[in-house]
């Protein structure tokens, strides 16, 4: 099975020692850290970073409870296709390697019972989900056709089998699974694959991308409907969908971003400011937006009324290197926690950055709580 779901920057794999850079190993993860950056016209809010590793990407991050949860991978043209699976206990600050072979790309889902995630099969992707301990590990699914998405207890995935397409969402609680939409992946109007799926408070939201020149489709379904609600976008065969606690947000090529939400029937245009700005999620009427350069990128949040709020990132970290010239970093994944703001960002040096080699890399996952 060919699988047609698009891979974005921000995720790029046994176990190499984990080079955490911290006064000592397992509590001392938990480092404050004095360092903010100023930004005109936007409030800094006090931040807190969590975990430093030198050497490797963390392309993906979740959190529940006590637990933070990330896949460890490499940078470079010869870097690993698979990526260890971690997960701290931040009561006890001991980490247990859950995995050694998972697959980034598709998405890494935390609940306060099980970690969620995505190995290679011999022909298609599988989908397994474990205990925070390392024990009761299952298969969800042997056909995974796109990255899985997480709100809460529940988690959501697509699966195509044959002719057959199917979106699910697990309680991962009590172990009940809902089918959400089972689809035909042709029909007289053409062909279609899911690229990506995103779980809203009252329900799921899916996207079937065309194969074709037939419009792309956007789903929802809420969980007390009896069938998903549809809008179609024409000339667009990738609609960008990112997750939304609200219902659907995505961008419409040459309309912009589109905001869907539970309880009304038409979408309306996203009222995002700042012509450069991509949004990267919609939580609680906090948007977070990417903006900046390609090697200073950061993130804001935009609250309601129009105020904006950096999120501080680095410019640099403890160990870094300090003769390798400019610094870049990348944004690489977030979990929000109610109002805490999680955030993986990695730290090289322009050169090695433009040479697809990962000397000087560092990557740190950092915590900013943001204002209601």
């Known amino acids: 099975m060919t699988v047609g779901c698009r891979v974005r920057d921000r995720r790029t794999r046994v176990l190499s020692p984990l080079f955490v850079v911290a006064l000592a190993f397992g509590s001392a993860l938990m480092i404050p850290t004095a360092s903010r950056t100023s930004q005109p016209r936007i409030e800094l809010q006090p931040t807190r970073r969590l975990l430093l590793v030198r050497d ?119 172990g009940r699974t809902w089918l959400a939409a089972r689809l035909r992946r042709c029909d007289r109007r053409g062909c279609y ?38 809008a179609r976008l024409t000339n667009d065969p990738q609609p960008d969908l990112v997750p939304s606690s609200a219902g659907a947000f995505y961008y419409w090529l040459r309309h912009g971003w589109m905001q869907w939400d539970f309880g009304r029937t038409k979408h309306s245009v996203a009222g995002i400011s700042g012509i450069r700005s991509w949004a990267v999620s919609y939580e609680s009427g906090r948007l977070l937006l990417l903006e900046g350069s390609r090697c200073r990128p950061r993130l804001v949040v935009q609250a309601t009324g129009g105020r904006r709020i950096a999120v501080p990132a680095p410019s640099s970290t403890p160990a870094s290197p300090k003769d390798f010239g400019r610094l870049c970093r990348s944004m690489m994944d977030f979990s929000w926690s109610g109002r805490q703001l999680l955030v993986s960002w990695s730290v090289l040096p322009d050169i090695s950055l433009r040479s697809h080699t990962d000397v000087g890399l560092v990557s740190v996952v950092m915590r900013t709580t943001i204002p209601s």
């Open 56 to 174: 490797r990407l963390i392309p993906t991050l979740s959190t529940a409870g006590p637990y933070l949860t990330w896949e460890q991978g490499g940078f470079g043209l010869h870097a690993p296709k698979t990526s260890p699976l971690l997960d701290q206990d931040r009561r006890t600050g001991m980490i247990k390697q859950l995995a050694a072979d998972t697959l980034p790309q598709f998405g890494l889902a935390s609940t306060s019972t099980h970690v969620v995630y995505a190995t290679p099969g011999a022909l298609s992707i599988n989908l397994f989900a474990v205990r925070h301990d390392g024990t009761h590990r299952s298969l969800l699914t042997r056909s995974l056709a796109a990255p899985l998405a997480s709100r809460g207890s529940l988690v959501a995935w697509a699966e195509q089998s044959g002719p057959w397409q199917r979106v699910l969402v697990r309680n991962m609680r009590s």
């Open 193 to 230: 694959r899911i690229d990506t799926v995103t779980l809203a408070d009252e329900g799921v939201v899916f996207d079937r991308g065309a194969i074709g020149q037939q419009p792309s489709l956007v789903l929802r379904r809420r969980y007390k409907d009896s069938k998903p609600t549809i």
